[in-house]
């Protein structure tokens, strides 16, 4: 069974049909993982079909790559990095071996590092505020999470993120920062993204401007792979910076010490139970069988609704305020990861990789681009995501939030036959998955987020890509670096397309 014999398989009968015919079709199709129940009764799927996806699943190598990523290999094969995210979340008394080296004890050594020091952040009365200058997975994954678990935050201290180079980004956190009161962590794997090293140095020279040259120790670390960077920055490497290892990805690295700022909200106890929900997935994922293993059914449904059935988008909506920046934090995950055109050799592939990745909260969206969904012409499948308990009193919004979910999976799987009147006729087999959980915890995080990475390892396995690479993001950045002194002085444009010649020169006599 290969990729392009999807497109061959018969498509099955209307949702209406399959529910019809099969009364026990919810019972069959809802797994538990963890602390999470996942419906995907209401995916376009029969038993032959999902037959069918496991033999794909086995013929493209998806258990041997999941095992390769588990013993340290270097499957990160245009880096020559080992892939090992998943060690970040081991208990301190397990193994995972890169180049025949035990990191787990490196792991734990971190983050009990981070545990001393969040504990003394969470302890000092004159800290109340953290800026977190990151950008990329050195911002996506701890604004995600912050905000996500808003319920267990320390009552003194507040998190913002800082990242874009857009100055009215840090301009707007300053206006409301207080030099004295603030701690900088300044996040990022390389020390050399742009973003990131501006905001820093404008966030310095606020610092300094207040509070003078010896505040910086007190007022600033370094999350970083690059201690010679960070020295370089003018941050005590030694004493203030908290390292990873280049075979964590970026996009993977929430679960490091890029999540500082989030331990420091929640409390290292809290976020060893965000690691602890991580690792339990990673168990499920490394050891179920693939006809139960929910990651890797996720990840073929989400195939056979791209390259079967040709939906080119995934929608994520979940019904929880609080992962309002979920869907954003999945698209660097899913898309930096498998938006690729070519093969691990470097040949060109010949099918379409992944999808694109949007999404916003639930009932909000419901207001906005639900139409397209339930009778746009363009078929969109959706995850949707929410909790039984809420984390504040209002239980009537709490019954109407998911009330609203339920009937919106409802409402795509089936429809309402009206064709008296068009306008008013929903065609339903709109496919949705239905991921639930008793509340969102930081443990029910950890197993999501890490639900997500799976899925994502499993399809750029089945695409037949690099999913931990990201060469696409580079040309823009050296083109931008050849654009910015031409903006201002010399040289004058002129080697560029006469297009952007004419940007710029527009720019330079109008800024
Ligand atoms: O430009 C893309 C990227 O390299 C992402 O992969 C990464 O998460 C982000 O930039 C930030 O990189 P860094 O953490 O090295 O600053």
Not at 247 to 270: C, F, N, Q, T
Request: charged fraction near 20%; aromatic fraction near 8%; include cysteine.
């Amino acid at each position: 069974m290969e990729l392009a014999d999807l497109a061959n398989l018969a498509q099955p009968p209307h949702l209406r049909t399959l529910f019809a015919d099969d009364p026990r079709r919810a019972e069959r199709y809802v797994f538990k993982v963890a602390d999470l129940r996942v419906d995907v009764s209401k995916q376009r799927i029969t038993d032959d079909l999902v037959g069918s996806l496991i033999e794909l699943a086995q013929s493209a190598g998806v258990e041997q790559r999941r095992d390769a990523m588990f013993a340290g290999e270097r499957i990160n094969v245009a880096e020559d990095r080992a892939v090992g995210h998943v060690a970040l979340r081991m208990p301190a008394d397990s193994s995972f071996e890169i180049d025949g080296v035990n990191v787990v004890p490196d792991v734990h050594a971190v983050l009990d590092a981070m545990a001393v020091f969040a504990d003394r952040v969470r302890a000092d009365d004159r800290m109340t505020h953290v800026v977190n200058i990151g950008i990329g997975g050195s911002d996506l994954g701890p604004a995600m999470a912050y905000q996500a678990l808003d319920a267990f935050r320390h009552g003194r201290i507040r998190c913002s993120y800082v990242s874009n180079i857009d100055g009215a980004d840090i301009a707007g956190v300053l206006a409301d920062a207080d030099p004295a009161s603030t701690l900088f962590i300044v996040a990022s794997k390389t020390f050399g993204t742009i973003e990131t090293l501006t905001n820093a140095r404008t966030a310095r020279r606020w610092l300094v401007d207040a509070l003078g040259e010896q505040a910086v120790p007190d007022h600033f670390v370094a999350v970083s792979t690059n201690a010679e960077r960070v020295a370089d920055f003018g941050i005590d490497a030694d004493n203030n910076m908290f390292g990873f290892w280049d075979w964590v990805g970026g996009r993977y690295s929430v679960d490091s010490a890029i999540g500082l700022s989030l331990m420091i909200s929640i409390g290292p106890d809290r976020f060893r139970e965000f690691l602890s929900g991580f690792h339990v997935m990673d168990e499920h994922f490394r050891t179920a069988p693939l006809t139960e293993n929910v990651p890797v059914l996720l990840a073929l449904i989400g195939v056979w609704n791209a390259n079967g059935l040709g939906f080119d988008t995934k929608a994520v909506l979940p019904y929880a305020n609080e992962l309002a920046r979920f869907p954003a934090y999945l698209q660097q995950l899913d898309m930096e990861s498998n938006g690729k055109s070519v093969d691990l050799k470097g040949q060109r592939i010949g099918h379409d990789t992944g999808p694109i990745v949007w999404g916003e909260p639930g009932t909000n969206g419901q207001h906005a681009f639900y139409q397209l969904i339930h009778q746009g012409t363009r078929i969109v499948p959706v995850d949707f995501i929410g909790f039984a308990r809420a984390h504040h009193d209002f239980q009537e919004h709490h019954d109407l939030l998911i009330a609203n979910l339920i009937a919106q999976s409802e409402a795509l799987a089936f429809g309402r036959d009206n064709r008296s009147e068009p306008w008013r006729h929903f065609a339903g087999d709109r496919p949705n998955t239905v991921i639930l959980a008793d509340q969102l915890t930081p443990s029910v995080l950890g197993q999501l987020i890490a639900l997500y990475e799976h899925i994502v390892h499993v399809q750029g396995t089945i695409f037949g890509v690099n999913s931990y690479d990201q060469w696409g993001v580079e040309l823009g950045k050296e083109l931008a670096n050849q654009v910015t002194p031409e903006l201002t002085g010399s040289p004058d444009p002129g080697a560029h397309d006469s297009s952007t010649n004419a940007l710029i020169h527009w720019y330079r006599t109008h800024r």
